[in-house]
């Protein structure tokens, strides 16, 4: 949200443009997030790992501007941190699915 309204206040970019900018930085950031605090990843971060986490970011982040665009397209003035909101609310529990069980299963006990 910082990042899409720093594009967009400051910067005066268009709220689409800005939105994959800030998708891009959010991907990044949460693989190293959710290694270290919210799956407690013990073992080294590896390429396939990141390469797995990407894919279920990028088909979550997808959703994510589709539902984003699809609001502002179709409701007249709506809010674009509106947009944002709703449109991570759907995209957050696509991606704990994902990671939990596609990128960072609980290791065998």
Do not use: C, W
């Not at 709220?15 to 997030?33: D, E, H, K, M, Q």
């Not at 994510?64 to 674009?80: D, E, Q, R, S």
């Amino acid at each position: 949200a910082s990042i899409l309204t720093a594009l967009t206040h400051v910067i005066g970019m268009d709220p689409f443009s800005a939105r994959l900018i800030a998708i891009t930085i959010a991907i990044v950031a949460a693989y190293f997030a959710h290694r270290r605090l919210t799956f407690r990843v013990k073992e080294p971060a590896s390429f396939l790992q990141f390469t797995k986490f990407a894919a279920v970011a990028a088909a979550a982040a997808t959703l994510n501007y589709a539902i984003y665009a699809g609001l502002l397209i179709t409701i007249a003035n709506f809010p674009p941190l509106a947009a944002l909101g709703i449109a991570s609310v759907i995209a957050m529990a696509v991606n704990f699915v994902g990671y939990r069980y596609g990128v960072f299963p609980k290791p065998e006990v």
